[in-house]
């Protein structure tokens, strides 16, 4: 049994962004042409892109992008040990940031009238 019904939400992500391109559609194709335009490159495969979707969904917190991206990543060949280490990547940044607006809180607090 999963957390979340990833599939679902995948579907209804696709269905969604399908709805919206009706409503919006250079602002859809414009989203289309940012996500392409890396694959153009070459400089990074497709798994490489798909591992740095999940880590970046992870860090925003966006369950849409997880669905999309793992079933992507999935149909890529990516394998579990690969996510594992791309989530420690994510896991890492994020503490990381943590650590970095720690740090900035404690200034402000510091810089506060009251100090």
Not at 1 to 23: E, F, P, Y
Not at 60 to 71: E, F, N, P, T, W
Request: hydrophobic share 45%; charged share 20%.
């Amino acid at each position: 049994m999963t957390m979340h019904d990833w599939n679902t939400c995948r579907n209804q992500i696709v269905a969604g962004v399908g709805s919206l391109s009706k409503l919006s559609p250079d602002s859809v194709r414009g989203y289309a042409t940012l996500g392409g335009a890396g694959a153009k490159t070459g400089k990074l495969d497709a798994k490489t892109r798909e591992l740095i979707a999940l880590a970046v969904a992870v860090s925003l917190r966006c369950d849409g992008c997880i669905a999309v991206h793992a079933d992507a990543a999935h149909k890529l060949g990516v394998t579990e040990e690969e996510l594992g280490e791309a989530l420690g990547v994510a896991m890492a940044i994020n503490a990381g940031a943590a650590l970095v607006y720690s740090t900035r809180t404690l200034d402000a607090f510091r810089a506060s009238p009251e100090a």
